[in-house]
């Protein structure tokens, strides 16, 4: 496996800095350490970072040691903003790599769906890959068939040109928005696994919210590639469709026919924008996210039915609560997620995937933790949405 700059054992540095230790015990923190936190956040992402580019999901976790488009994405939007530009375009050259070699995999997908065939999940591209950049042998043990990282990752590259134009990478990787853009356009229909890697027979409004992102903003980085500009009608299709049998009471649901939320439909508004954030469906949407997938404490369940170990608060959806709010004009409920995640690092700084203050179904938790371990720390998503939301409030830039 390609080496990351650090070892999973040696985490990095900077964990008996005085602000994390000395501010934990309190409910809010101060400034000073809310910025240490950021600073050390930084600092996981630019570990957990291989020389080639790849992003790793979590070192300590053995079943995370590979590269998610999804998680990538965002630990490089993270990066981005906070000062790291070289990073993250090292991360899409990375992904422009790896597409490079599943080429003929997409292709292959493609010629058959458009004859006509079934095509099996295994057929379509990986959710996840190795950090060299291919397929992990064993495909099938995975729950590979997600669309969202996709649009995801486009999304994220047009927002690292926007911040930092540089005319030689948007060439570069136009093959692999290109090729990314074809899939999405040709299969957004399909049932696949949702953001969490689950109910494979679903179509889920979160997923095509990140397709839409992606297939909207290559289209304005690439105004005059033909393929860009078919994905984007094939967008406004997708958001038709989501309109006609993706609502009910006025708000998004977590799969079609399905009533109940996803604390991932917060994507739709922010960032993916298939809906405006301030808009009737998006706030009818949120208020149902804050009403019934916000724990006592403050912090993000993913969805009520949750199980995976035992079905804890995550600090990625908090801090993407958050996020949202700093685009709804909320500041304070944005500022009450940063201290409620900041306050869940661990007193060295790791952020962990979720926490288990008020578990949803406890009976889980120990059936999980025997078959993997203990919850995955630190996940360099959840560092990276700690980050997003820390410089929606207080300015991107060098920290
Ligand atoms: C989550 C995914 C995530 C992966 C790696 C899974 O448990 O459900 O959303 O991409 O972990 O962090």
Redesign the pocket.
């Known amino acids: 496996m390609t080496d990351l700059l650090i070892s999973p054992q040696q985490q990095p540095g900077r964990p008996d800095g005085p602000s994390l230790a000395a501010n934990r015990a309190g409910d809010r923190l101060d400034r000073a350490a809310l910025r240490e936190l950021a600073y050390h956040s930084r600092e996981v992402l630019k570990l957990g970072q291989a020389e080639n580019g790849a992003l790793i999901?979590?070192p300590n976790f053995p079943v995370?040691r590979y590269c998610?488009l999804?998680?990538g994405s965002f630990c490089a939007h993270a990066l981005d903003r906070t000062g790291q530009p070289g990073q993250a375009a090292a991360f899409f050259r990375w992904i422009g790599r790896t597409l490079a070699g599943q080429e003929g995999k997409v292709r292959s997908a493609l010629d058959r769906h458009a004859a006509g065939e079934t095509l099996a999940a295994t057929d379509f591209l990986n959710?996840?890959y190795t950090l060299e950049g291919s397929e992990e042998s064993g495909n099938d043990d995975w729950w590979n068939f997600q669309l969202d990282g996709y649009g995801t990752w486009l999304w994220a590259f047009a927002e690292h040109l926007r911040r930092f134009p540089d005319e030689k990478l948007r060439e570069e990787l136009l093959p692999a928005v290109e090729l990314t853009g074809r899939y999405l356009a040709a299969f957004w229909r399909l049932p696949n696994y949702d953001?969490?890697?689950e109910n494979l027979e679903d179509i889920h409004p979160a997923t095509l919210a990140a397709i839409y992102g992606g297939l909207t903003a290559a289209a304005r980085l690439y105004p005059a590639s033909e393929v860009c500009q078919q994905g984007k009608k094939q967008a406004s299709t997708l958001r038709r469709f989501v309109k006609a049998h993706g609502l009910e009471s006025g708000s998004l649901v977590k799969s079609l026919g399905r009533l109940d939320v996803d604390a991932s439909l917060l994507g739709a508004g922010v960032p993916y924008g298939l809906f405006p954030p301030r808009g009737k469906t998006m706030l009818t949407t949120l208020d149902r996210i804050a009403n019934e997938l916000v724990a006592p404490d403050g912090g993000v369940y993913r969805y009520r039915q949750d199980v995976?170990f035992g079905g804890g608060e995550w600090l990625l959806l908090t801090a993407w609560l958050g996020w949202y709010y700093t685009q709804a004009g909320q500041r304070k409920k944005a500022l009450d997620c940063l201290h409620w995640v900041a306050r869940q690092a661990r007193p060295n700084g790791e952020m962990p995937?979720q926490v288990a203050h008020h578990l949803l179904a406890s009976e889980h938790q120990k059936p999980w933790e025997e078959k993997w371990g203990l919850a995955?720390s630190p996940?360099l998503?959840s560092h990276a949405m700690y980050l997003i939301l820390y410089t929606a409030l207080f300015g991107e830039g060098y920290l």
Do not use: H, P, S
């Open positions: 999901a979590c995370y998610w999804r998680d959710t996840r953001c969490w890697e995976y995937e995955a996940l998503w």
